[in-house]
């Protein structure tokens, strides 16, 4: 009795070293390379052919840090390809070196059919990356046609989230003139009076930059322009302090009686059940086989008067600005940060598409800018900025 059982230990011992041996020679470092030139060549067949042999598509490429699913979302066409990973035992969640996952890297290649698929498949589209930011923040960010963000939106993405130095998806919109993907924030509930770490709304990120059509959205839907920044500066006077005194008079002769509010409700998806608190962190589920910089959310980029506070544990996604613009910046307490290192990264501009769940607010803001110089005699296109002048000697005293 007791040789028949050692007999058969044995023989279930053996088997497992053989099934080890048989799954490291199939994760060998020349298939994994081979797996994800396949993956590249979206070549279908081959990829279900090494997932059936039982290979692991969860790992990051020694040479771009990227991972099978991330690289899948970057393609064109990539629908059946991220189907297949799926079904093979790739994470929705596997993040990249860099600590990015999937779904981020769809958003970031403005790609509809990865997000799409993937979104379908279950995926969140609250997935944080390694600095906690979301793909909604992403999004906002790079800009772009504006379908990807109101995908998210419109799959119960929650709008808030705050990087290392309290900005929020609505200040990224303004700060790069991202029009559209500001008004599927406010539609879904964007905070205007969000401030930063500066202190500084969404209103006083447009006077700094210039971007007076993101201006006229905020105020249109009812900004409050008599906030200040943590500098006693109200968006007028940061716009008179920047150089930009069209904007600055955009801002100055706005009347609360010109505000119109949203009168139709934001649509979302029946699929996704939302949870009560929100979805946890990615981070807590102690997934670090995809990102080791990542320990639990305890005193992760928390900034003060946002609850959160520290640093982000990874280098920040930030450029240096041109001498005289950052110095010019910083006397108002405002720094770059959180922008895309490519320059090429610009908002498109596309119309909105017929499948839109947002209303646009560009006839009726014509119009409202049209009756707002009627009333105080400009002409169209025409900003008097005599008074500025004076305006900024005495704002100049003031600060």
């Given at each position: 009795?007791?040789?028949?059982?050692?007999?058969?230990?044995?023989?279930?011992?053996?088997?497992?070293?053989?099934?080890?041996?048989?799954?490291?020679?199939?994760?060998?470092?020349?298939?994994?390379?081979?797996?994800?030139?396949?993956?590249?060549?979206?070549?279908?067949?081959?990829?279900?052919?090494?997932?059936?042999?039982?290979?692991?598509?969860?790992?990051?490429?020694?040479?771009?840090?990227?991972?099978?699913?991330?690289?899948?979302?970057?393609?064109?066409?990539?629908?059946?390809?991220i189907k297949v990973l799926k079904s093979g035992g790739a994470h929705?969640?596997?993040?990249?070196?860099?600590?990015?996952?999937?779904?981020?890297?769809?958003?970031?290649?403005?790609?509809?059919?990865?997000?799409?698929?993937?979104?379908?498949?279950?995926?969140?589209?609250?997935?944080?990356?390694?600095?906690?930011?979301?793909?909604?923040?992403?999004?906002?960010?790079?800009?772009?046609?504006?379908?990807?963000?109101?995908?998210?939106?419109?799959?119960?993405?929650?709008?808030?989230?705050?990087?290392?130095?309290?900005?929020?998806?609505?200040?990224?919109?303004?700060?790069?003139?991202?029009?559209?993907?500001?008004?599927?924030?406010?539609?879904?509930?964007?905070?205007?009076?969000?401030?930063?770490?500066?202190?500084?709304?969404?209103?006083?990120?447009?006077?700094?930059?210039?971007?007076?059509?993101?201006?006229?959205?905020?105020?249109?839907?009812?900004?409050?322009?008599?906030?200040?920044?943590?500098?006693?500066?109200?968006?007028?006077?940061?716009?008179?302090?920047?150089?930009?005194?069209?904007?600055?008079?955009?801002?100055?002769?706005?009347?609360?009686?010109?505000?119109?509010?949203?009168?139709?409700?934001?649509?979302?998806?029946?699929?996704?059940?939302?949870?009560?608190?929100?979805?946890?962190?990615?981070?807590?589920?102690?997934?670090?086989?995809?990102?080791?910089?990542?320990?639990?959310?305890?005193?992760?980029?928390?900034?003060?008067?946002?609850?959160?506070?520290?640093?982000?544990?990874?280098?920040?996604?930030?450029?240096?600005?041109?001498?005289?613009?950052?110095?010019?910046?910083?006397?108002?307490?405002?720094?770059?940060?959180?922008?895309?290192?490519?320059?090429?990264?610009?908002?498109?501009?596309?119309?909105?598409?017929?499948?839109?769940?947002?209303?646009?607010?560009?006839?009726?803001?014509?119009?409202?800018?049209?009756?707002?110089?009627?009333?105080?005699?400009?002409?169209?296109?025409?900003?008097?900025?005599?008074?500025?002048?004076?305006?900024?000697?005495?704002?100049?005293?003031?600060?």
């Amino acid at each position: 009795m007791g040789s028949a059982l050692g007999r058969r230990e044995e023989a279930e011992r053996k088997e497992r070293k053989a099934r080890e041996a048989r799954k490291a020679k199939l994760n060998s470092k020349a298939n994994l390379k081979k797996f994800m030139e396949y993956v590249q060549q979206r070549n279908i067949e081959k990829v279900s052919r090494f997932l059936e042999k039982g290979l692991d598509p969860n790992f990051h490429d020694p040479e771009s840090g990227e991972c099978p699913l991330t690289m899948a979302s970057q393609l064109e066409g990539c629908a059946e390809l991220i189907k297949v990973l799926k079904s093979g035992g790739a994470h929705l969640d596997f993040r990249t070196q860099d600590g990015i996952t999937a779904l981020h890297k769809a958003v970031r290649t403005k790609n509809h059919t990865a997000l799409i698929t993937l979104l379908d498949l279950g995926a969140s589209p609250d997935y944080k990356d390694s600095r906690g930011l979301s793909p909604l923040y992403h999004s906002s960010m790079v800009g772009g046609d504006p379908y990807c963000c109101e995908l998210l939106l419109h799959d119960h993405a929650q709008v808030g989230c705050v990087d290392e130095n309290g900005w929020q998806e609505i200040h990224q919109a303004c700060r790069h003139g991202h029009v559209q993907h500001l008004e599927h924030l406010l539609f879904y509930g964007a905070d205007m009076a969000a401030q930063n770490a500066s202190g500084n709304t969404a209103l006083h990120v447009c006077a700094l930059y210039n971007q007076d059509s993101c201006t006229r959205v905020l105020l249109f839907r009812g900004a409050n322009k008599e906030i200040k920044n943590y500098n006693s500066q109200t968006a007028f006077q940061v716009a008179i302090i920047a150089g930009n005194f069209d904007l600055a008079e955009i801002i100055k002769i706005h009347k609360v009686s010109d505000v119109v509010p949203f009168r139709e409700t934001p649509s979302y998806t029946n699929r996704r059940r939302v949870l009560v608190g929100g979805l946890p962190s990615p981070r807590s589920l102690m997934r670090s086989a995809s990102d080791n910089n990542l320990n639990g959310d305890s005193g992760h980029g928390l900034v003060q008067g946002h609850g959160r506070q520290g640093q982000s544990p990874v280098p920040s996604l930030r450029s240096l600005p041109a001498l005289g613009q950052h110095q010019q910046h910083a006397s108002l307490g405002e720094t770059h940060h959180g922008e895309v290192p490519d320059s090429s990264l610009q908002s498109t501009g596309s119309s909105r598409s017929s499948h839109s769940h947002s209303p646009s607010l560009h006839s009726h803001l014509h119009e409202g800018e049209q009756n707002v110089r009627r009333a105080h005699g400009h002409p169209l296109g025409h900003v008097p900025r005599g008074r500025l002048s004076v305006l900024l000697m005495v704002h100049t005293v003031r600060l």
